[in-house]
């Protein structure tokens, strides 16, 4: 599995917006990358997911690097809320792939 | 809206003795998921399951972990005998059959926190 790099930490105030990176110099022509975050004491959740365009859904949006070796989770106004580990995360096309979560970035977010 | 059930949610366990954990996926969910999360880390991932067939258990302590899922819709992982370091929360999660294009969202579950005393 390839893998990914991502800061350990970061801090953001309320109503910034903040951008997540997370680096994947191997990542492969059919590998899709995940986000995902961990709330305290709860399951992680899906966030969002792409190949090589920029997504965005209601919770986040998902900027992808033109070489795809890099991408970026962007909040667009951060709460109180959205502070919880976020994991980037890169799975195949395969039916037997697996979500193989790091340690995450860990997001604080202050009033 | 519909949810991973996982229970119990709490778990305390004396050393060397058995344990079980219980998982119903979202209904239909092919592909289920169980996970450990040790304190300060990220979710390690112990086995997987499409339908009632283990695709990946590499990670699994064989010699006293053990996950079946027997009709292919809910699960259980079992503990036997538990250890100290065994204490960690157990997540359970699921997602659509991939069909072969991609790891679909996985809906995760509150886990199963478990204390080996």
């Known amino acids: 599995d390839a893998k990914t790099t991502q800061p350990n930490s970061m801090e953001s105030n309320e109503e910034e917006p903040v951008h997540l990176p997370c680096n994947h110099s191997?990542?492969?022509?059919?590998?899709?990358i995940h986000w995902y975050r961990q709330l305290p004491s709860q399951g992680p959740e899906y966030v969002i997911h792409?190949?090589?365009s920029n997504v965005n859904n209601r919770m986040a949006s998902l900027a992808i690097a033109e070489d795809r070796k890099s991408s970026t989770l962007i909040l667009h106004r951060a709460t109180l809320r959205d502070a919880a580990v976020y994991y980037c995360?890169?799975?195949?096309?395969?039916?037997?792939?697996?979500?193989?979560f790091g340690t995450g970035t860990r997001l604080q977010v202050f009033p | 809206e519909a949810e991973v059930a996982q229970s119990p949610r709490y778990k305390i366990t004396e050393k060397s003795q058995a344990v079980a954990f219980w998982c119903d996926p979202i209904?239909?969910?092919?592909?289920l998921y169980w996970y450990r999360q040790i304190l300060g880390q990220g979710p390690e991932l112990l086995v997987q399951?499409?339908?009632?067939?283990?695709?990946?258990d590499s990670q699994l302590p064989k010699d006293r972990f053990s996950a079946e899922r027997l009709k292919g819709v809910d699960s259980t992982l079992k503990i036997q005998p538990a250890e100290l370091g065994d204490s960690a929360m157990y997540l359970c999660?699921?997602?659509?059959?991939?069909?072969?294009?991609?790891?679909?969202?996985?809906?995760f579950g509150q886990g199963t926190r478990l204390t080996v005393v």
């Open positions: 209904s239909g969910h092919a592909t």
């Open positions: 792409g190949l090589t």
């Open positions: 995360i890169l799975t195949g096309r395969s039916d037997t792939d697996k979500l193989i």
């Open positions: 399951f499409q339908d009632e067939s283990v695709v990946d």
């Open positions: 999660a699921s997602s659509l059959d991939a069909g072969g294009v991609v790891v679909t969202e996985a809906f």
């Open positions: 191997t990542i492969s022509g059919t590998d899709y």
